[in-house]
C-alpha cells in the first residue's frame, strides 16, 4: 500500500512540473534572414509575447530589468552590424529607483544586420536572452538558441 502512495506522489510531481513547464512560455520566438543585397542580409528575430507579458528592449536599465540580449556566435565569414528594434517601445520610469525601463508589449522585431564576407551558403548560430514579465511577476532570464543559413 505505501508503495502506491509513493508512486502517486511522484505522477503528481511529474504532472505539476510539466504543467509549469507549458505555463512559463509566455513569449514565443521565430527568426528569419533576408537578403538585402548580394553579401548583406538582415535577420529577424521576432518576438510574440502572451497577453499581459513583457519583454525588455536592449536598451533598458541593467539595474532594475534583464534587457534583450542578442550574442552571435564568432564566425570569421560574416561581419555583423548594429541590432536595431521594430515594435512599440513603452518607457516606464520607475521612481524608485530613479530610472527609465524601456520594454515591448504585445511583439516586437529585433533586426540585425549581416555582410557575408566571401560566398555563401554561411550558418550563422547564436542565443536570444529575455525575461519575460507581467504586472504580478518576473521570470528568470531565459537564452534561446538559433541558427540560420545565409545563402543567395
Excluded at 51 to 59: F, K, P, T
Aim: net charge positive; glycine share 4%; proline share 4%.
Amino acid at each position: 500500500m505505501k508503495i502506491y502512495k509513493y508512486i502517486i506522489c511522484f505522477s503528481c510531481l511529474l504532472l505539476l512540473n510539466s504543467i509549469s513547464g507549458q505555463a512559463n512560455d509566455h513569449v514565443k520566438w521565430t527568426f528569419k534572414s533576408l537578403r538585402v543585397s548580394p553579401n548583406t542580409f538582415e535577420i529577424h528575430f521576432i518576438a510574440k509575447m502572451n497577453s499581459a507579458w513583457h519583454i525588455y528592449s536592449q536598451e533598458s536599465s541593467k539595474t532594475i530589468s534583464s534587457p534583450t540580449t542578442i550574442i552571435i556566435n564568432k564566425n570569421d565569414r560574416i561581419q555583423t552590424g548594429n541590432i536595431r528594434e521594430v515594435g512599440k517601445l513603452i518607457s516606464k520610469y520607475e521612481e524608485l529607483f530613479d530610472e527609465t525601463i524601456k520594454y515591448y508589449c504585445d511583439s516586437v522585431v529585433f533586426i540585425q544586420n549581416i555582410k557575408v564576407l566571401g560566398s555563401t551558403p554561411v550558418i550563422v548560430k547564436g542565443d536570444v536572452t529575455y525575461s519575460a514579465c507581467s504586472g504580478e511577476q518576473c521570470l528568470p532570464p531565459k537564452p534561446i538558441g538559433f541558427s540560420l543559413v545565409l545563402k543567395n
